[in-house]
């Protein structure tokens, strides 16, 4: 199992954006972030490769980049949302 760690800037991010979305957003945010973090615990190779050691890993609405480390961590360099359009 890898410790998943996520850089202070991304949670600050995140917890902006979770300022500006509706409740069904927040739930959808939520979900989403919990399955990138069971799947990243599972597996520090997940998603797509990147240049360098980067690999980035989508659950909609959320993309996330990240980088496995040699000490069973992961971290989480940033992260995005993807607005639904209205």
Known sequence: MNAV???ESELDKLADVWIDVTPEERDRIEAAVNR???TLARD????????????????????????????STVVVASVHYARPRR
Not at 48 to 59: D, F, K, P, Q
């Open 36 to 38: 990138i973090n069971a």
């Open 5 to 7: 760690v996520w850089l």
């Open 44 to 71: 520090a190779g997940a998603g797509e490769s990147r240049s360098g050691n980067h690999r980035i890993l989508h659950v909609s609405p959320v993309t996330v980049r990240f980088r496995p480390e040699s000490d």
